[in-house]
Each structure stands twice: as structure tokens, then as C-alpha cells.
């Protein structure tokens, strides 16, 4: 069995480079990966029966990169693929040529916590094991 991707969407891949170049401008250098050697690590997630190269990954550190990253793609009709860590084992993160990645890796702070509420407040690139070791032991009931 098969997966059926769309046909990327070749004017968009005939502005690749412009792309990128309005990218760069949102992001610092380091969060931007552009070359195909570096891309090739976020052509697939943990389901590495399907492989796509992505257009460029985005990696923002702030609410408000992530928010002109977004706008960026919606104004120049660039698909984004939204990625975690890349653990996942369903596919979700699978690329296509046209789209960009926007990874949440960096935005990975833990905002605030609350034992007694169970309740914390997290960046969205945080790990469950992040969460675990920030938590008081927990005692066995």
C-alpha cells in the first residue's frame, strides 16, 4: 500500500529562492535551513516508509515569528507543515515539496506550572519528558 501525495505546485517551487530570501528576513539565520543536505534530516518523521523533501524548515523561537512565518506562507501560497520533534510514527509530519516545515523545537520553555491544579502552561515545542522532570516526584497512592 501506497500513499497518494498531491503534485507539488510548480509555481511555487519555481520561487523557491524568493521564498526562502522572505523567510530569511523573518528568522534568525540558524532557524532557516535551505540547503538540501540539512533538509534531509526533516523529510519524514519517525514513519520513514515515505519520504518528501520540504521546500525550507522554519525554525522560530517566538509566538510572533511563528505568526509572520504564517502570514508570509498564507500571502505567497506556501503550504506549511507544522512539526514537533519528529517521533511521531503516523506520517504527520511528511513534508511536501512545496511546503515549508515550521518546527516548534526551539519554543520549548515551560511557562509556569501548577502541581496542585495539574495544570501547566508550555511553549508548544515542549516534551512530555521536559514536563516530567520539571515536576516534583510524584508519591504513589
Same mark, same amino acid.
Given at each position: ?20 530570501? %522572505?523567510? /530569511? ?14 533538509? !534531509?534530516?526533516? *523529510? #519524514? &518523521? ?44 503516523? %506520517?504527520? /509530519? ?14 520549548? !520553555?515551560?511557562? *509556569? #506550572? &501548577? ?27
Amino acid at each position: 500500500m501506497s500513499i497518494a501525495f498531491p503534485k507539488p505546485n510548480e509555481a511555487v517551487l519555481a520561487r523557491r529562492d524568493e521564498i526562502s530570501t %522572505g523567510l /530569511a528576513r523573518l528568522v534568525a539565520p540558524e532557524a532557516l535551513v535551505v540547503s538540501e543536505d540539512e533538509l !534531509r534530516s526533516f *523529510e #519524514t &518523521d519517525a514513519l520513514t516508509a515515505y519520504r518528501k523533501m520540504p521546500l525550507a524548515v522554519v525554525l522560530p523561537s517566538t509566538t510572533a515569528e511563528v505568526s509572520a512565518v504564517l502570514r508570509f506562507c498564507h500571502e505567497h501560497g506556501v503550504k506549511v507543515v507544522p512539526r514537533g520533534a519528529g517521533t511521531s510514527l503516523c %506520517g504527520g /509530519a511528511i513534508p511536501q515539496e512545496d511546503a515549508i516545515i515550521l518546527g516548534v523545537a526551539k519554543m520549548n !520553555r515551560i511557562l *509556569e #506550572t &501548577d502541581f496542585e491544579n495539574r495544570t501547566a502552561r508550555v511553549q508548544a515545542g515542549v516534551t512530555n519528558l521536559a514536563i516530567t522532570r520539571r515536576l516534583p516526584n510524584l508519591e504513589p497512592r
